[in-house]
């Protein structure tokens, strides 16, 4: 498990952090189709708190794309690094997420985040701001619309519907088990949104949420429980 301090520079106030998610949103490609589904690896992240011990720890975890075995997997814990603030929540998470990736001792491939992407009041999530940052392709799945409107998707696995900000498409909400609430998938950099969400349905043949996601849920909890332990 890796030890992760607060970055230099990192921002303070939520003025500086909405002028980084400024500057660097114009950095997120969106032209790129990604890697095809069951190809290569794909990587989950996501992270845990502790706000009274005002700690976080970050997870990755490595799974063949075409089995959705495990291939590799690492942790970091550190010191919450922002204040929670709606549309802001990366910069809590990007530091220990950054150190649980650098970690791994094999390329991650597709990132797969239990957020969003272009589903964001700024259109830059946590997915969008991680791919700009590593370069990598990312996308997010999340549990909820935000502040997002959609109309039900059709009660069968794969059927979609547009995420809408006014009459902008910022991703879709997508039934992964035939009649259980959709998830919320969106771009994040250098994959497209029909490639994101065929991602999504590889990785869920079981379940609601993504293996990727699944996994590293439970791995930055028992990482947390450990640390503050």
Known sequence: MKTVRIPAGWPVTEDQARAVQDELRGWVVLDEPGPPPGTGHV???????????DAVAAAAVVLDAATLDVVAEATAVGQVSFPYV????????IPTVLAALEALPCPPGLVVCDGYGLAHPRRFGLAAHLGVLTGLPTIGVAKNPFTFAYDDPGPRRGSASPLLADREEVGRALRTRDGVKPVFVSVGHRVDLDNACAHTLALTPEYRLPETTRRADALCRRALQEATA
């Not at 990587?43 to 009274?52: K, L, W």
Request: charged share 35%; no cysteine; hydrophobic share 35%.
């Open 43 to 53: 990587t989950g992240v996501d992270v845990a708190y502790d706000d009274e011990r």
């Open 86 to 93: 709606p549309g802001l929540l990366a910069f809590r998470e």
